[in-house]
């Protein structure tokens, strides 16, 4: 079990990112190839006006309905949507500092923030976020190009993790009535046009529904990305063992009782209930394990959710 004390400087964060960009691009040119682009199409193909059908024209275009009216077929024309907007919301909670395989879940997720921006980069597309803390929140409006691109995301990887159990002037976390994480969901909405991807990074821990949720699924194409650690998967089966709880900033001790096992049981089955409340289609969630490979994931969901939309 671990709790990372290392906080990024701007150097390992940009060394960091230039090997995301090495494996990015490798996967985009030998694996993803277009397919990035087809998961996040949004529309895909827009509508720009009907224009007589020439011979050798898609049949399936046809307008029927002008052709009805005007004796002679015409078909609509598109205009392919080319830019996507991602807009990554990360939260930040302190529980995402926990890790009992030397890799925090922060900075596994972190790494998959990191991979995401890249493969917008590459795809120039237009890329930003909003990194929200218990005690506030950090913008980065979306931006396109390597370079700027590169600098937002060297940005909210060198980010300082919340404080353990940061409860601002309570001194409580928010599992002890603490502030709870306030999403700033206003600033969300005015952040990216409509149509555009909409990727929330978090722990999603058991809680209530965000009021308005449903808006933003219907305006964004909204999707869940979580890193789970391993003892969330499964209880420890160690007999007993001692851990660091960043939510409270306490050392806690786990005797692996029929008592902690059903609490277990039932927080990991509340935990998926919201999960899956929050994100009904299965393609449009993605959870990682902290010891399983981030762009290897990253890729299995875009081909899963290509194959879906097909």
Do not use: C
Request: hydrophobic fraction near 40%.
């Amino acid at each position: 079990m671990s709790i990372s004390p290392n906080i990024p400087t701007a150097a390992s964060s940009l060394a960091l990112l230039r090997q995301l960009e090495w494996r990015v691009r490798h996967a985009v040119e030998n694996i993803l190839s277009g397919e990035y682009r087809s998961a996040l199409r949004g529309r895909g193909m827009e509508f720009d006006q009907v224009v007589k059908y020439e011979f050798g024209d898609d049949v399936r275009d046809i307008d029927w309905n002008v052709t009805a009216r005007l004796g002679e077929p015409y078909r609509k024309k598109f205009v392919e949507e080319r830019e996507v907007t991602v807009l990554i919301l990360f939260s930040d909670t302190p529980s995402l500092q926990f890790g009992s395989t030397g890799v925090s879940k922060r900075e596994a997720l972190l790494e998959l923030a990191g991979l995401v921006m890249m493969l917008g980069a590459i795809n120039r597309d237009r890329v930003g976020y909003v990194h929200v803390t218990p005690t506030g929140y950090s913008f980065r409006e979306p931006v396109r190009g390597r370079g700027a691109i590169m600098h937002a995301a060297s940005t909210l990887i060198g980010i300082p993790a919340p404080s353990l159990a940061s409860g601002g002037a309570t001194g409580k976390s928010p599992a002890e009535g603490g502030p709870p994480l306030e999403i700033p969901w206003r600033l969300v909405a005015r952040a990216a046009p409509k149509h555009s991807v909409l990727i929330w990074m978090g722990d999603f821990g058991p809680g209530p529904i965000p009021e308005g949720w449903p808006v933003f699924q219907r305006r964004y194409q909204a999707m869940g990305f979580r890193v789970d650690d391993p003892w969330e998967r499964e209880f420890p089966d160690d007999g007993t063992i001692a851990a660091f709880d960043p939510t409270s900033g306490r050392l806690v001790t786990l005797e692996g009782s029929t008592a902690e096992r059903a609490a277990h049981a039932q927080w990991q089955m509340e935990r998926d209930s919201i999960w899956q409340r929050l994100f009904p289609d299965p393609n449009s969630r993605l959870v990682v394990g902290t010891s399983e490979a981030r762009l290897d994931a990253l890729v299995k969901f875009f081909h899963a959710r290509m194959k879906g939309r097909n």
